[in-house]
């Protein structure tokens, strides 16, 4: 079997490319428009890992010049008092961008705060006015992960039409957006699921394979045909024999380093596009509300 050494599609490069492209681009209006873009990040709680993800998003926007309104809300903050913080953020001409970090403590309907946000300042791109838009094709904030991915195949050239595409996961944060974009790139899409039976035999005949489960080790060689390209959104946090804890995808990126032409290593693959796609969204209502 002819072996290949498979390439790195570098989102942590390409992230910061749009980064610098912002960062010029929000400099150059900013006096003209009298504001810099604003997005409001609203966190509940103490999750550990969402004070993190909040804190990086906040460290990007920093970097950009994007101003941040983020509101960190004790746990036991109440679905109205939610409801009136998203109400006044819509009104508030500061802000284009707001999202709510998930997960949300139990008590909280977090569809429900999704569904107050004005679809305009949807920076997250998954209310349901955005999602109808992407059903729809037409132009609208798109759902930042699978939007990553389009962005970092796009960046190196990778051609979808036409292409035998496999998402593995349906969720509406990732596999159903993703699949829905890869359609509208003339890709013959198939979705996978908990429910699929024998995932070896749909993965094997896929050009493109998206995994979007959040399970280390899920894809391995015999799984991938010769010179696939393989994106891993998967983000699993793995303790080693010595007690060590690392980031891990869904992908064996060992195993399929001889077999797929391309591949997103995890970390510095998606990750850093999702952020990159948020700050994007945020600037794109910037130019919508202030032109
Ligand atoms: N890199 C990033 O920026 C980023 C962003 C978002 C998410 N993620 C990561 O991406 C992964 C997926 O996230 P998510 O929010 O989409 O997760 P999710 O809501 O839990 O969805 C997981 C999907 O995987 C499917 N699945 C589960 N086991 C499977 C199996 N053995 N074979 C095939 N499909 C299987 C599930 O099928 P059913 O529908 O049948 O249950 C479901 O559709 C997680 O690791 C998450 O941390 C990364």
Do not use: W
Not at 55 to 69: D, L, M, P, Q, T
Not at 168 to 186: F, Q, Y
């Amino acid at each position: 079997m002819e072996t290949t050494t498979a390439k790195l599609l570098d989102g942590k490069a390409l992230a910061a490319k749009i980064h610098q492209q912002l960062q010029t681009q929000i400099h150059q209006l900013q006096a003209k428009v009298g504001r810099p873009p604003g997005l409001a990040v609203l966190m509940v709680g103490d999750n550990p890992a969402s004070a993190a993800y909040v804190r990086n998003k906040e460290k990007a926007c920093a970097k950009v010049g994007i101003a941040s309104f983020g509101k960190h809300f004790p746990q036991e903050t109440s679905q109205q008092e939610l409801e009136a913080v998203i109400a006044e953020l819509n009104e508030d001409a500061r802000v284009d961008g707001i999202l709510v970090q998930l997960p949300l403590p139990d008590h909280l309907d977090a569809v429900s705060l999704l569904h107050q946000i004005h679809p305009d300042k949807d920076a997250d791109g998954l209310h349901p006015v955005n999602l109808g838009r992407l059903v729809r094709g037409e132009s609208g904030l798109r759902s930042c992960t699978p939007a990553g991915v389009m962005h970092l195949l796009a960046e190196y050239n990778i051609p979808l039409r036409g292409k035998n595409a496999v998402v593995i996961g349906r969720s509406i944060l990732v596999g159903k957006p993703m699949a829905l974009m890869l359609l509208e790139a003339d890709a013959t899409v198939t979705v996978a699921h908990s429910r699929s039976q024998n995932l070896a035999n749909i993965t094997k005949n896929a050009d493109i394979i998206i995994a979007a489960v959040g399970r280390p080790g899920l894809i391995n060689a015999d799984m991938v045909k010769q010179g696939a390209i393989v994106v891993d959104v998967g983000m699993n946090r793995v303790t080693d024999a010595n007690g060590n804890s690392r980031l891990v995808g869904d992908v064996d990126l060992q195993s399929i380093a001889g077999v797929a032409e391309y591949f997103t290593p995890v970390p510095g693959g998606v990750g850093p596009m999702t952020v990159a796609i948020l700050l994007q969204n945020t600037f794109t209502s910037y130019l919508r509300a202030t032109s």
